[in-house]
């Protein structure tokens, strides 16, 4: 038997609600989404993370099913993750606190959870993200449990008299009318026969038999973002019914207990692959590109394909709307959607056209050659050398002074000497005598 799911939920209430507006031009829905969530389990807690301040007209509607409303407080630089943190902080925290909980679901197309989602798994919790197709990323839709589509919830209109009361309220007319006109066309049955086989021949190597809830749980574990509805069936039973008159598998029993078999005609049918649409986008953008360079609504981008490339249609290719496409190629960098609340989708280009500045070449290292030792140069006494030490220059020879002795006649030959003062000859003085002092001498009176 199956175990019975408890699911938190935690609604990204600022990115879902202008993703849904700017590409499904009509308001975000909180009632499908957990109806959609209560076919799946039982919803133990509901949080929604918002600037509430803006959201005053979504308040009541939230209140009404008994949403928990978080107030995120904008910082002064404009932090956008403020809500994001909050979220995965509180999701952590109740997943090791409440381990009766064994399912989450995030509503948003952020992908910024993917980090969360992987946590989350490594916990042994089923992860359900609930986003539009056209905004959610496609990285988050392919590494949850299963994705659910808002495109998917969305009802087919049953009161023609709606767009007759617009009058009275032309403010808000437009995106009800434009969002309550049709759901988005289903795609053909032959693109999900891919799935369908590789199912199938999963269950067959395991020896199981392939009943109906088997074959759904195992092309969802092959494939999260595998919707019925987006095939234009109700249930996974409808689809299993079409898929027989289409003659793609062969259906035995009955009651709730299908038993499906492959046939061998429907392994031989392929489709083109997503990747194979982008050359055509990518041609469009080019010869656009100066209007791309500013951003241009999604709508003109659609229209230009069209212009250009009449037998295009990505319909052929897995995509249910244009902003399919779109969302598939900015995850390959072809281009970059933003939503706007007034504009809608704006679509730029990527950064595969504006790739990122080539650094300059280093300047080449400089590489010295050895230089070849030659022999040493014999020395010469006397000879400079044209390497090594040069020889010392030679030493001028010293010449010495000397003085002559004067001769014993030196005084005959004019030579004369002073006479010293006082006459006679010059006496020793006594060791411990003072010399007498000379006494100045007085003029002589005349």
């Known amino acids: 038997m199956e175990e019975k799911l408890k699911i938190a939920c ?8 202008i993703g849904v507006k700017s590409t499904l031009q009509r308001e975000f829905d909180v009632a499908a989404v957990l109806d959609a969530l209560k076919e799946r389990g039982e919803i133990v807690t509901k949080i929604a993370y918002a600037n509430w301040g803006r959201q005053e007209n979504s308040t009541r509607q939230l209140a009404e099913h008994a949403v928990q409303m978080v107030q995120r407080d904008p910082s002064p630089r404009g932090d956008k993750n403020g ?23 995030i509503v948003s197309g952020d992908s910024d959870f993917i980090a969360l989602v992987n946590k989350l798994k490594q916990y042994d919790k089923r ?6 197709r056209a905004f959610t990323s496609t990285i988050l839709q392919k590494n949850c449990t299963e994705f659910i589509s808002y495109e998917s919830l969305l009802m087919e209109p049953q009161k023609p008299s709606r767009p007759q009361t617009s009058s009275a309220q032309p403010a808000h007319s437009t995106p009800q009318q434009r969002g309550g006109q049709r759901r988005p066309p289903p795609l053909d049955l032959g693109q999900a026969m891919p799935l369908v086989d590789r199912a199938l021949q999963v269950l067959e190597r395991r020896e199981v038999r392939p009943q109906l809830g088997l074959l759904k749980s195992t092309m969802l574990q092959l494939d999260s973002t595998f ?26 029993g009955g009651e709730g207990r299908y038993m499906i078999k492959r046939k061998s005609s429907a392994a031989e049918t392929t489709g083109p692959k997503p990747e194979e ?14 209007e791309m360079d500013t951003g241009a609504p999604a709508d003109a981008l659609a229209e230009w394909v069209k212009a250009e490339h009449p037998g295009f249609d990505w319909k052929a290719f897995g995509f249910q709307e244009f902003g399919e496409l779109l969302n598939y190629a900015q995850d390959k960098s072809l281009v970059r959607v933003q939503p706007d609340e007034t504009k809608g989708l704006m ?18 290292a400089v590489i010295e050659e050895p230089v070849e030792e ?14 090594g030490p040069q020889p010392p220059p030679p030493r001028a020879p010293r010449t010495r002074k000397t003085t002559r002795k004067p001769t ?38 005349p």
């Open 10 to 17: 935690f609604i990204d209430f600022d990115n879902i609600e």
């Open 83 to 105: 809500a994001d943190i909050n979220l995965a902080l509180d999701a952590l925290e109740m997943a090791f606190t409440h381990d009766h909980i064994n399912a989450f679901a």
């Open 127 to 132: 992860i359900f993200v609930v986003g539009g």
């Open 227 to 252: 919707s019925e509805k987006a095939y234009g069936a109700g249930s996974f039973t409808d689809f299993v019914e079409k898929l027989r008159k289409a003659d793609y598998v062969h259906v035995s």
């Open 277 to 290: 649409a982008l050359p055509v986008l990518r041609d469009v953008l080019e010869s656009h590109r100066l």
């Open 347 to 364: 679509v730029f280009l990527g950064p595969e056209f504006h790739p990122p500045a080539v650094p300059e070449p280093e300047p080449p």
């Open 374 to 387: 030659e022999e040493p140069q014999p020395l010469v006494p006397g000879q400079p050398t044209a390497r």
């Open 408 to 445: 014993a006649g030196a005084g005959e030959a004019g030579v004369t000497k002073r006479p010293r003062k006082g006459g006679g000859a010059r006496q020793p003085r006594r060791r411990g005598e003072t010399p007498a002092r000379r006494q100045p001498t007085l003029p002589m009176e």
